[in-house]
């Protein structure tokens, strides 16, 4: 079986080179942290002492790094490293342009090269129920895919070079605009007398229908498993949300399109975040919207 090189093993990374053991993988993990190491350490993965040292005999490289700079800096320390053929995955959530500036270092050393971004967050990074969304030719995302169904549930390919990576933020998009929403409309039902109870039963089975509100409903009581009846800990963070966010409208800003509510969205994340509410769920916007509210 081949022997993978796990490079970021932290709150996602970790579970997931986690998972690769447990489906039987030989992996070889690297991280700059101390605690990201024994945590994954602890857990049954080998840890390399340097990243050199990771990928040495390594058949495939799958690095979940915090940002675009920290893979490409990876990638140019591990590519020249590979013998071609080799295949190399990145899950982060990065930019576009990384992401092709990695595929583009990949292709230039005779390397198999995938985008692989995630959604399902640290739950299911640790049960193994992530969505990929892949981007990468077609023959590199067939080596890469009996790998990823170790760490998930569904496996998209979405394009060539860099699709995964615009599937991710356009998703991403959708959803800090459609919780917004749902905020605003328990906000207002509030103030006109409504119930959330009454709201959720017949929004969760009419057209405002969404994940936001019926998988991750913003308000205590409708769905008990929500962030909202747990004060709002993450789940996933505002800082993360505000991430992806403006990923998306720096791909916007490239391409022209025009995303008014994506903007919005990022801008009032934004706020809430230099509120001091970072690492709070962005569900939790809810609160920030209802300050504003008018007396
Ligand atoms: P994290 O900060 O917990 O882990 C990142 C790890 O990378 C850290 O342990 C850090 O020490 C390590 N690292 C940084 N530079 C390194 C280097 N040069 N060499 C080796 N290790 C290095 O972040 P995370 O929550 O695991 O997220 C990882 C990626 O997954 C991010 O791109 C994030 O946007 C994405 N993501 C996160 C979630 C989530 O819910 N946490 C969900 C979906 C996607």
């Known amino acids: 079986m081949t022997r993978i090189a796990f490079i970021g093993l932290g709150n996602m990374g970790g579970p997931m080179a986690v998972n690769l053991v447990k489906a039987g993988f030989a992996v070889r993990g690297f991280d700059l942290a101390e605690s990201s190491k024994k945590m994954a350490a602890e857990s049954g993965v080998t840890i390399a002492p340097s990243i050199a040292d990771a990928v040495q005999d390594a058949g495939t490289v799958i690095t979940m790094l915090p940002a675009g700079q920290h893979v490409l800096d990876v990638w140019n320390e591990v590519v020249p490293r590979l013998p071609q053929g080799t295949l190399i995955v990145d899950c982060s959530t990065i930019d576009v342009a990384s992401a092709g500036t990695a595929h583009e270092l990949a292709a230039a050393a005779g390397l198999r090269s995938v985008d692989a971004p995630v959604s399902g967050g640290t739950i299911g990074a640790k049960n193994a129920t992530l969505t990929f969304m892949a981007g990468g030719d077609p023959k590199a995302f067939a080596a890469a895919k009996p790998i990823l169904e ?6 998209i390919h979405c394009g060539e070079a860099g699709a995964g990576q615009a599937a991710k933020i356009c998703n991403n998009m959708i959803l800090g605009i459609s919780m917004i929403g749902v905020c605003e409309a328990f906000t207002l039902g509030e103030k006109l007398g409504l119930s959330h109870q009454a709201l959720f039963d017949v929004a969760s089975t009419s057209s405002g229908q969404c994940w936001s509100l019926t998988s991750y409903c913003p308000v205590p009581g409708p769905v008990p498993a929500s962030p909202a009846n747990n004060g709002y800990k993450p789940g996933f963070a505002t800082a993360l949300m505000l991430k992806d966010l403006r990923l998306s409208q720096e791909a916007a800003q490239a391409t022209g399109a ?36 008018k007396k």
Do not use: E, N
Request: glycine share 12%; proline share 2%.
């Open 150 to 155: 170790k760490m998930g549930a569904k496996i």
């Open 258 to 293: 025009v995303t008014p509510l994506g903007a919005h969205a990022q801008a009032l994340y934004q706020a809430f975040s230099d509120a001091g509410h970072g690492m709070v769920d962005f569900s939790g916007i809810i609160a920030y919207l209802r300050q504003q509210t």
